[in-house]
């Protein structure tokens, strides 16, 4: 079976501070790693994609990945208000792509 | 990105009734397709994989007779939720997975479906 997990949180952080989001999988053939972020009532929308160890930045979201504790993160800077979403992790493998059950982030202003 | 576009986005209708929904991708072919719904407060709940061209497979529980998944092209998947009931009223989501675009997957905007 496989599992992708999050913390449901919720997850508050102040306006400009660092927001981590974390994500295990059990899978360890999983190859392909990803982060959506979910406002409530709309459909989830594609942040960040990895696919190797390590750090992968793009503006204020950096991904990590480390395969061997099949953990994968993000890290969102300067956090804002408007970051606050659900944060879903999904883990591609084979054909199909398993989510977790997000992590609710509140940035208060 | 990807553009997924979904239809209707809310529909309202009387038990009994049966909801036809679509997915197109708008500018990629989109070999694999996914259903999901979900409930408020949860997580998405993957119903079925649909490959263009042929029979969509099910995940455990869902009923094949009740939600009809149609993938006739590489840009159009639909799901029609047949005699629809109270229970069946979700959101709805499909999404896209794009050839040629990496192992990404790429989401239409969701159908609120209400049951009445």
């Known amino acids: 079976q496989k599992e992708v997990e999050q913390n449901s949180g919720p997850l508050s952080v102040p306006e400009g501070a660092i927001a981590s989001l974390n994500c295990t999988y059990s899978?360890?053939?999983?190859?392909?790693f990803f982060w959506y972020r979910q406002y409530s009532g709309k459909s989830p929308e594609l942040i960040m994609s990895i696919y190797s160890n390590g750090d992968k930045e793009d503006g204020r979201f950096t991904a990590q990945l480390n395969k061997a504790s099949q953990y994968v993160s993000l890290l969102i800077r300067d956090s804002q208000p408007s970051d606050s979403a659900t944060y879903l992790c999904?883990?591609?493998?084979?054909?199909?792509?398993?989510f977790g059950t997000g992590t609710s982030l509140t940035v208060i202003p | 990105g990807a553009v997924v576009s979904q239809h209707p986005s809310r529909v309202i209708c009387k038990s009994g009734t049966s909801v036809k929904i679509e997915c197109r991708s708008l500018?990629?072919?989109?070999?694999?397709m996914f259903w999901y719904r979900q409930f408020p407060k949860q997580s998405l709940m993957l119903m079925a994989t649909?490959?263009?061209?042929?029979?969509?497979?099910?995940e455990q529980g869902v009923e094949k007779d009740k939600f009809l998944i149609n993938h006739a092209s590489l840009t159009l998947s639909t799901l029609t939720v047949t005699s629809a009931h109270p229970e069946d009223s979700s959101f709805y989501i499909c999404s896209a997975r794009a050839v040629g675009i990496g192992e990404k997957l790429f989401f239409g905007s969701g159908t609120q479906l209400s049951v009445l």
């Open positions: 649909s490959n263009e061209g042929s029979k969509a497979t099910y």
């Open positions: 999904a883990v591609e493998t084979g054909n199909q792509f398993y």
């Open positions: 500018d990629f072919q989109a070999t694999t």
């Open positions: 899978d360890r053939v999983s190859q392909s």
